[in-house]
């Protein structure tokens, strides 16, 4: 018997689909055109179906009536359909009717975050810019997509510029906004989780976008530094990020380069990532200095850690000379093993010295060919 919502008694009152008996009910709800699915919709709330169940039910009919929005790549429509007719005034309406189910469809969405996933929000709001609908529904859209930005893939992301005034291939502004959004939510303030899964999400999404020639310096900072510095437990995404950034862009300054290089923490660089870093020609002087200065640190602390280790252990520190005993197996690799550290330290300091007087020898050239001209001027009669 069916109820007057539309939805089979049973499934209103125990809020529970069977796959079999959704999706009969889904296909045969999605021949209806849309102010009858509305009225559905309408009478499921009033009877207190879960958010979440409503929202499947509206992603599920939004896939059927806009392909666009299925997730499925060959699904694609392209940006007006498929209507048979090219003429002007076809793709015209054909516009203009995506635009109005866009807005409808914006407009039903439950309030309830994570009533439905983050990246069908995020097909909608692509087709939504494509469609040019009104800055209320793409605001009120964007909140919607940014306060569960944790739950977003890269590809999903990925929306290209809509816009006309736009240089760059992907809709740059828009992941600014939804970043930003996500930092100032309440929610953010009560666990790291989300942080840290957003701040891995931005690191994949700027080393995509860096191969753009025609993203700025400023947008593409703004972006790597939206994120507080705890968001991140370690900087080599953001380091991969960077150095395609500086590939791309070979024609940046150097106070440019130091600029893009403000936003990496040398201590939070893994070895493999401090190696690259040390021998990148891309990267300016001092941070290739910061980043053996780093290292060097981390080995030092190892060394002392070891040492504190091995030290406890020994019974001369108790005043326990005791017995001679024999050095175990184990003692003794980690004996080599902090030699080895020691001469890796020793390695990295001459390095490091050496790279200074380089430097410096560097300023005295410029400093010695300056005056130098200046002198020759002088001599002229």
Same mark, same amino acid.
């Given at each position: ?40 919709? =309408? ?17 599920? $009919? ?11 790549? %060959? ?17 015209? /309406? ?9 807005? *409808? ?48 893939? @890269? ?11 736009? *240089? ?9 906004? @939804? ?19 957003? %701040?891995? @999400? ?21 972006? %790597?530094?939206?994120?507080? =510095? ?8 953001? $380091? ?12 940046? *300054? ?16 893994? %070895?493999? /990532? ?95 060919? $300056? ?11």
């Amino acid at each position: 018997m069916q109820n007057l919502g539309g939805l089979p008694e049973s499934v209103a009152l125990s809020g529970k689909l069977t796959s079999f008996a959704a999706e009969c009910w889904f296909n045969d709800a999605c021949v209806s055109d849309t102010d009858y699915f509305i009225k559905i919709l =309408s009478g499921l709330q009033g009877k207190g179906v879960r958010p979440d169940l409503i929202g499947s039910i509206i992603a599920h $009919y939004a896939s059927k009536r806009l392909p666009d929005l299925s997730g499925d790549r %060959a699904a694609l429509t392209g940006p007006v359909g498929p209507t048979g007719d090219d003429s002007p005034e076809s793709l015209t /309406a054909s516009w203009v009717k995506k635009k109005l189910f866009i807005e *409808t469809l914006i407009g039903i969405l439950p309030p309830e975050k994570d009533s439905i996933p983050c990246n069908f929000l995020l097909r909608v709001l692509r087709v939504a810019n494509m469609a040019g609908v009104g800055p209320a529904f793409r605001s009120d859209l964007e909140s919607r997509v940014s306060r569960q930005l944790d739950g977003a893939t @890269l590809e999903e992301l990925m929306i290209p510029s809509f816009s006309h005034t736009s *240089t760059t291939l992907l809709d740059f502004e828009l992941v600014v906004r @939804l970043v930003n959004g996500f930092v100032n939510s309440e929610d953010v303030s009560r666990g790291g989780a989300a942080l840290m899964k957003v %701040a891995k @999400l931005v690191d994949l999404y700027l080393a995509e976008a860096a191969v753009d020639s025609n993203l700025g310096l400023t947008e593409f900072v703004d972006l %790597a530094g939206a994120l507080p =510095s705890h968001a991140r437990s370690t900087d080599d995404g953001i $380091y991969r990020a960077i150095d395609t950034y500086l590939k791309a862009h070979p024609g940046l *300054t150097k106070q440019e380069r130091k600029r893009v290089w403000g936003l990496i923490e040398s201590r939070k660089l893994s %070895a493999e /990532a401090s190696h690259h870093a040390a021998q990148n020609e891309r990267l300016p002087v001092r941070a290739v200095i910061q980043v053996l200065l780093s290292e060097q640190n981390k080995i030092v602390k190892n060394i002392d850690w070891s040492g504190s280790l091995i030290g406890a252990r020994s019974p001369g520190m108790f005043g326990l000379d005791g017995p001679a005993r024999c050095v175990s197996k184990r003692e003794t690799i980690t004996q080599m093993e902090i030699k080895r550290l020691k001469e890796d330290v020793l390695v990295l300091q001459c390095q490091c010295m050496n790279m200074e007087k380089q430097i410096e020898k560097l300023l005295e050239k410029k400093k010695k060919g $300056y005056n130098f001209s200046w002198k020759k001027l002088w001599n002229v009669k």
